[in-house]
């Protein structure tokens, strides 16, 4: 076994939503029209993929994503409040809770 093997998977995370900010954020998602149409369905999704990284053995992170706050992150950081501005976010999260993690 190497020491890589030793070591726990990377800490990751997950974008997270309160039920009253999904309307909101579905506007604001360059690509919300992808989303579940509702929070519960959004929900269930985000349950399971947490369930399922969790069983990987990684430590996930819930990021909650602010509509207020998310477009002006984005816009500072040169992202479109998409799929790849949520990416960067969550990473942004992570790494700041974890540190850089190989």
Do not use: N
């Not at 506007?27 to 947490?50: V, Y």
């Amino acid at each position: 076994m190497t020491e890589m093997d030793d070591r726990p998977p990377p800490a990751v995370g997950a974008y997270w939503i309160k039920e009253a900010d999904y309307p909101a954020l579905l506007k604001i998602f360059t690509d919300g029209h992808k989303m579940p149409p509702t929070w519960k369905e959004w929900l269930k999704m985000a349950e399971e993929m947490e369930q399922g990284l969790k069983a990987y053995g990684h430590v996930v992170l819930r990021v909650y994503i602010d509509p207020k706050a998310f477009p002006d992150w984005c816009a500072a950081h040169g992202m479109s409040p998409g799929g790849e501005g949520r990416k960067k976010f969550i990473a942004a999260a992570v790494t700041e809770r974890y540190g850089e993690q190989d």
